[in-house]
């Protein structure tokens, strides 16, 4: 018996192939939407996860000031000094290594090429702190460091616009007053994510930079590689104590420096992209919902609409629940037909807006599947009312409607 | 007396529809015997409870009382489900309106009870064929009833109700919506069908298309008027009892 109310209900909805797509429209959009935002955040969440980790995992980041953008008034607190540097790195437990850095820009020119970069310097304790694996040649010698010889390592998007893609270790080109040496090329790490590419960058000696660039012995930012085993809390605490007590802070001044754990920063954009794709989720839930208010819309119409239709085949035979069933299958057959066109449609949409942001393709497995049964499940609930209509006709009426 | 070879049997049943000063009162009381294998036409103006009678005949709708026997059950106390049942195992119905099943072939149309009967697609298939062919029209089969004419339309109708063999053949005006000359071709085709042993009730207002039966049952006030039999010229008894008139017994 449920095999003949299958034929029937997909002889009909193939017989009225606009009504059912209209039918099903909503619940293609609705499930489109649902699986394209889920997707698109957790791969949103999934490329931010990345970037961060591509800062380093415990790594704390000291900078002097208070905080991200918080200028204010007042003099600019001072910059660190190599001395601070030494303090942290053997005062401090938990520690591992404690990276100096310093930055400028500067054109780079390379035969006819010229390219405006970015200048890192560092010591060779980056290496430790902060992996990031070499393409080819080697980093710099401690020989280099302490006499701060102008040898660099290069970003693959400097190599690719200054060398055109071709070798760049043993060349030597010149960069803002100096020339440098290419000891080494670093491999790709791709866009950061926050727009800057993390790739074009030249990477010196920090006594280089300091020397020929930035002209003092200032340190803007010191990268902290902590140990596994201690808490960040803790070695960050140790860190502030220290600082303070370098830098004169009494006990009711506030820190003139901040120090930002990877990890913390990592965990709240997650949290907050999540957030945002639970929002975007619930809204395009709801579009499903409306979706199925649309199903039920329209079978309630075609009950109306096909009420003689009813009749005939109540007058025929048909007890009460074939027609139920056969109205119910109509019903979820649409909405199941309707989510799976929605699947293909979120794919596609998912492909392309995935390559429009810069995104990893994703497909969620379990999304896709939730999305499908809530379509199937959609059916039922607004299909039942319909048909419980149409079953409950009186035939001699249904056959005298017009 | 009424003998068990009648195969429909209606005592003394009454519908009244609303209730308190709506109330109407559509069969006033009707009895009524019918034996299997005849040709009944039911006649009679609007409201005279023909319509009435013949939804009741149908499973349709129940009496208010009185009883209804259908070879020997009671059909009033059957229920909604039990009724549609026996319709489709015993029953088959021809419209004046056709209600064929719009966008859907001839042959889909005459499937759809054999369908409800639970036949395989090749029974289905074949004997919806036998059916089409048994009304002239197995050439037009993959015709949707829109490339149809009027006539064709209540050809496949016809063949759809007999498609499932049934007992009884209930047509409501079958001819009302086409000219007389596809009207007696209808006729012609309805007293062949009753020739080869199925039972035709039928309601019509046309004088001659109720000469075609061989029974004709006046209907006035919700009431049997009276029955003519052996009106069909030249006609053969039935070998089972004929239909009688049984009077209003108040």
Known sequence: ?402 | MVSSADLIQLRGVTKTYGDGATQFQALKGVDLDIAAGDFVAVMGPSGSGKSTTMNILGCLDVPSDGTFLFRGHHVERLDRDQRALLRRRYLGFVFQGFNLLARTTALENVELPLLYRGDDKRTRRDTAMAALDKVGLANWWDHTPAELSGGQQQRVAIARAIVTNPDVLLADEPTGNLDSERSVEIMQLLTELNGGGITVLMVTHEPEMAAFARTVIHFKDGLVERVEQGHRQGDMPLPDQPSSLHPVTE
């Open chain 1, 1 to 402: 018996m449920f095999g003949t109310t299958l034929i029937l209900a997909f002889r009909s909805i193939l017989r009225h192939k606009l009504r059912s797509f209209l039918t099903t429209l909503g619940i293609i959009i609705g499930v489109g939407a649902v699986v394209t935002m889920v997707t698109l955040g957790r791969a949103t969440t999934a490329q931010v996860q990345k970037n961060i980790s591509a800062l380093g995992t415990n790594i704390l980041q000291v900078r002097p000031g208070q905080g991200f953008g918080r200028g204010g008034g007042g003099p600019r607190p001072p910059d660190f000094d190599p001395s601070d540097v030494e303090a942290i790195r053997n005062q401090v437990a938990g520690v591992t290594a404690v990276a100096p850095q310093t930055s400028s820009t500067a054109t780079a020119i390379y035969e006819g090429a010229n390219w405006s970069t970015t200048i890192q310097g560092t010591t060779a304790a980056v290496w430790t702190v902060q992996p990031w694996p070499l393409a080819s040649g080697r980093t710099w010698t401690d020989a280099e460091e302490q006499a701060g010889k102008a040898v660099c390592v290069i970003g693959s998007t400097v190599q690719k616009n200054l060398f055109q893609g071709g070798r760049a270790v043993g060349q030597r080109f010149r960069i803002g007053p100096i020339s440098c040496d290419v000891v080494g090329t670093l491999t790709t790490r791709g866009q950061a994510g926050f727009g800057g590419d993390q790739d074009d960058v030249v990477v010196m000696p920090i006594k280089a930079v300091q020397r020929r660039f930035t002209g003092n012995r200032d340190i803007r930012l010191m990268l902290v590689g902590t140990d596994e085993r201690y808490s960040g809390a803790a070695v960050q605490a140790s860190i502030t104590d220290l600082l303070r007590e370098r830098r004169h802070l009494g006990a009711g001044k506030e820190d003139n420096f901040n120090i930002f754990d990877t990890k913390q920063i990592s965990d709240t954009l997650s949290s907050t992209t999540t957030l945002l794709t639970r929002i975007v989720t619930a809204v395009a839930a709801i579009s499903l919902v409306v979706g199925g208010i649309g199903i039920m819309n329209i079978m309630l119409v075609s009950v109306t609409e096909r009420t003689r239709e009813i009749g005939i085949r109540l007058a025929i035979g048909a007890v009460a629940s074939e027609v139920l069933t056969q109205f119910l299958v109509e019903a979820v057959a649409l909405s199941m037909l309707g989510g799976l066109v929605g699947l293909l449609v979120a794919q596609v949409v998912i492909g392309a807006l995935s390559a429009l942001g810069g995104l990893p393709f994703l497909f969620v497995p379990s999304i896709n599947l939730i999305a499908f049964a809530v379509s199937a499940l959609i059916g039922v609930v607004f299909g039942y009312f319909p048909a419980r209509r149409a079953a409950a006709l009186n035939p001699i009426d249904a056959l005298r409607h017009e």
